[in-house]
């Protein structure tokens, strides 16, 4: 009988911890009233330009939700949320962020999209288990050689920005699956994409490109290429070893000829999803 009571207790323990988990937040004003049972806080287009310092006092928080409003600067105390897996701060007017944004160590996924950033923190490095990091549509004119330091990368989207060329350091990405370049300022493939051993897709699509290295072939693990809308005038003859695409697109490059072989080449990736 006692064991049968000390199940029932531990069970009745465990569905409460999983249920507070599961529970969501959608004011800054109902998770403060019990701090340490918020998990999840959604404050998406909440009209916030301003983000209290008590967002600190939230230290289970494991996912949260930010976008959609008009932060222009973090408060300090966010880095004490040390429990987020996820974290989404686009579309606000952030221009840098905390010096000390490091010490979120357990971010799997963080998207910063669609805000005025040009840099990122050193301590960006320290986000070791980091998968999915977006920077889409900021002012990034140099790649942040410090996102080359995260092991556990997996995707990431840089696109619409002003990026011109790739650091050789990328090629420490050994996880790295995919990449989004496209609406950036290439007019040349960086060589060192193509040592990315793990890379499925791959988008190049809108930028001012010429011409690919004949090393794209050893991206062979690739599923899915864009490269419409550049000023491509040849393909390298490597490209028909690419034999996993399931999505190649080249439209849109007018001065493009293709041989033979890749007319047929390309005819072969369209018949696979068609």
């Not at 010096?99 to 996924?109: N, P, R």
């Not at 490597?238 to 047929?264: A, C, G, R, V």
Request: proline letters at 4%.
């Amino acid at each position: 009988m006692k064991k049968l009571i000390l199940s029932l207790l531990i069970l009745f323990i465990t569905l409460r911890i999983y249920g507070q988990k599961d529970e969501r937040y959608y004011s800054m004003s109902e998770a403060l009233k019990d701090p340490k049972k918020v998990y999840f806080l959604s404050l998406y287009s909440s009209d916030i330009t301003i983000l209290n310092d008590s967002i600190g006092l939230l230290t289970n928080l494991t996912n949260l939700e930010l976008g959609l409003n008009q932060i222009a600067v973090l408060p300090k105390n966010i880095t004490k949320l040390t429990n987020l897996t996820e974290l989404f701060l686009n579309s606000n007017q952030l221009t840098e962020l905390p010096e000390d944004i490091g010490k979120l160590t357990k971010l799997e996924k963080l998207s910063l999209n669609t805000n005025h950033l040009s840099k990122l923190p050193e301590s960006f490095s320290k986000l070791i288990n980091l998968k999915e990091l977006g920077i889409t549509s900021n002012n990034f004119n140099v790649f942040p050689e410090v996102i080359t330091a995260l092991p556990s990368l997996t995707t990431l989207t840089i696109f619409n920005n002003q990026l011109t060329t790739l650091p050789e350091s990328i090629t420490k990405l050994k996880n790295l699956t995919t990449l989004h370049l496209n609406s950036n300022q290439f007019t040349t493939v960086p060589e060192c994409i193509t040592k990315l051993p793990s890379l499925t897709t791959l988008y190049l699509n809108s930028n001012q490109i010429t011409a690919l290295p004949e090393s794209i072939g050893n991206l062979t693990n690739l599923t899915t290429l864009l490269l419409d809308g550049n000023q491509i005038t040849a393909l390298p003859e490597s490209i028909t070893k690419l034999t996993k695409l399931m999505k190649f697109t080249i439209h849109n490059n007018d001065k493009l000829i293709l041989t033979p072989d890749q007319q047929q080449f390309k005819k072969m990736v369209f018949e696979k999803t068609n």
